[in-house]
């Protein structure tokens, strides 16, 4: 007689429980929104570099090189502050069979910032007139993304609930409360110019000039939200 009480009281056990769970229970889901913003600034990162038996010799073309750069950009309108370097390194070169020193390469970068993207194409052509050889990244951004990164935000948060609702839909039930929002974070990504010439240190300047399109830049955001589904 007890032991068939136990085993009703646990089969009641199991049934409440079951319910409970039919009646309510929290679901997590992740939201994604993209706000698309056209480019109004772009970052160029070009440089020289220079292969030679002697070290010193290697460094001093490069420096060479870079100065007339740079007095190139200023002299075409470029202003001081947005003229930087970005990298300089001397590498070791050696044999094929790594026993001998060969000789050094030396490389210099320095990154241009510019608002008038339709006179930066101008700018890597006079660059490499005045001994650049390579061209690292074009690279462009909005001076305002914060706009942006709110309504992404929003767009997160709409995503978000419509998955809830659609996965509470197919278990039969429907969301109820929020219980808690994170926000996983917001970033803006773009990509290259179109139809820049991107060179390295065995090539040569191409004929034709140098165009540069603005692109279009993504703010996306991703939020994590925890709701409540309750029984229909």
Not at 12 to 32: H, M, N, P, Y
Not at 97 to 116: C, E, L, P
Request: aromatic share 6%; proline share 0%.
């Amino acid at each position: 007689m007890k032991k068939t009480i136990a085993i009703l009281l646990a089969l009641l056990l199991c049934l409440t429980s079951a319910g409970a769970w039919a009646e309510e229970t929290d679901l997590k889901v992740t939201g994604t929104g993209i706000i698309s913003v056209l480019a109004d600034q772009v970052s160029v990162t070009l440089g020289a570099t220079e292969t030679n038996e002697d070290v010193k010799t290697a460094q001093e073309t490069v420096n060479a090189k870079i100065n007339a750069i740079y007095e190139a950009l200023i002299a075409a309108g470029v202003e001081k502050k947005n003229i930087g370097t970005d990298r300089i390194s001397i590498n070791v070169e050696y044999s094929r069979y790594g026993d001998k020193v060969t000789g050094y390469t030396a490389s210099n970068t320095i990154t241009v910032q510019s608002r008038d993207i339709d006179q930066v194409g101008a700018y890597i052509d006079l660059a490499f007139e005045a001994g650049a050889n390579t061209l690292e990244s074009i690279d462009f951004s909005s001076s305002d993304t914060e706009q942006a990164k709110l309504d992404a935000l929003k767009l997160a948060v709409e995503n978000a609930r419509g998955k809830a609702d659609a996965i509470a839909s197919a278990l039969g039930m429907q969301v109820d409360n929020v219980v808690q929002v994170t926000e996983i974070g917001s970033y803006s990504y773009g990509a290259y110019a179109s139809g820049a010439k991107m060179m390295n240190s065995r090539l040569e300047p191409a004929d034709a000039d140098t165009v540069l399109h603005a692109a279009t830049l993504q703010v996306q955001a991703q939020v994590e939200i925890e709701f409540e589904l309750i029984g229909k």
